[in-house]
């Protein structure tokens, strides 16, 4: 499918670079350990024009969707340091709005910019010694560490900050986030993404099978499925996991799709908790103690590959580790639209039968029928928001 902004690039060589950005956004994006549901992002800079990922668009679609917008970089650099809004005056289709990490892709000087949330990346964003523990195994590489900063400008502001020292920075560790590699094509990006990865690499510990005795008891419950998928069930059954959950927000996508809090039961209280009325009040998910979990039959896609990566991230952090919750200010802050005024857009997906969900989570190349009825309840704790660009 081709993309109907090709029409402004002005050079063949220009095409193909473009070409290759939505190859390898693709390539990132079919790949749940770097990208889950609609987060993550990709840009390419040419003759003056940030071409960037929509809001709310999934890397893995990018070949058969359009999905990138074109900006003027200078105006969107005069934007970012007026501390303005980022308009999008090239956009062909009006929906497509740019993601809320334009500011951030703007500022690198660097041609192609890969914004990943990368699994493993994540378990040492959240470790309160982070930063030291990385020094060792990306040696050699031009990275820095960033501390935790609101998506938008002040994330922006804060890698300006960090690169004004060191221009040759090209891997930025976003504390409480994920992952930025950066480099002058398409190719070498992907290549020092993948050394990143490489180093940072943490084999996930193994974790107790599901107590099915117990879920079923849930199961008679209307509005719940049990997952196929045995992974899912160690933020029930294995102990770390559970340790970590109760210690709070971990990072933003996690509020956004999953709840400020963690739906975590012991076992006992099943039957009593269980009465939840209305689907405004109920949880995407519950985790019962060295049981498992189960899935609320609503769940989107987008909330089952949060999920997912959740348990990817836990199931490699140590349970001794010191880790870096989200503070309450800066939950509410991604919770009610932060970033400085940037108004958040998340397109739902509609929610799988259970037959479908380990699927979808090990196949997102998938395109499923979008649902933009998307419910929301603040006072229940999923706050479903209008997301823009995670």
Known sequence: M????????????????????????????????????????????????????????????????EMFVPLDLVEVQQSVQDEMEIASPYTPNHEL????????????????????HSVNAIAWAIRLDGPDLLTERLDGLPWQWVPYAASGIPLAREIQKAVASRPETDVLILGNHGLVVCGPDCHAAEKLLGEVERRLAITPRRFPKPDTTVLAIIARFARWQFPDVDLLHALGTDAA????????????????????????????????????????????????????????EKMTSAERATLMGLVHVTLRTEESARLRYLKEAEVMG???QGARGYKEILVAEEAK????????????????????????????????QHQRGV
């Not at 959950?245 to 996508?253: A, K, S």
């Open 353 to 384: 039968s259970p037959s479908e969900i380990g699927q979808f989570d090990w196949q997102p190349k998938t395109i499923s029928k979008r649902n933009e009825n998307h419910r929301e309840s603040a006072s229940s704790g999923r706050h479903r």
């Open 2 to 65: 081709k993309n109907g902004s090709q029409s402004r690039l002005s050079t063949a060589r220009h095409e193909k670079e473009f070409a290759s950005l939505r190859d390898l956004s693709a390539r990132v994006g079919g790949n749940p350990l770097l990208v889950q549901a609609s987060n993550g992002n990709t840009s390419i800079k040419l003759d003056g024009i940030l071409w960037i990922k929509a809001s709310g668009k999934w890397l893995a679609h990018a070949m058969q969707e």
């Open 97 to 116: 709005r740019p993601s809320i990490e334009t500011a951030m892709h703007a500022v690198l000087r660097h041609r192609v910019v890969l914004h990943v």
């Open 241 to 296: 996991s559970r340790k970590i959950l109760r210690g709070g927000v971990l990072y933003p996508c996690q509020a956004i799709f999953l709840g400020p809090t963690m739906p975590l039961l012991p076992p006992a209280a099943v039957i009593s908790k269980f009465t939840w009325s209305g689907q405004d009040t109920t949880p995407v998910f519950v985790a019962v103690e060295r049981s498992g979990v189960m899935l609320n």
């Open 334 to 336: 991604v919770l009610n």
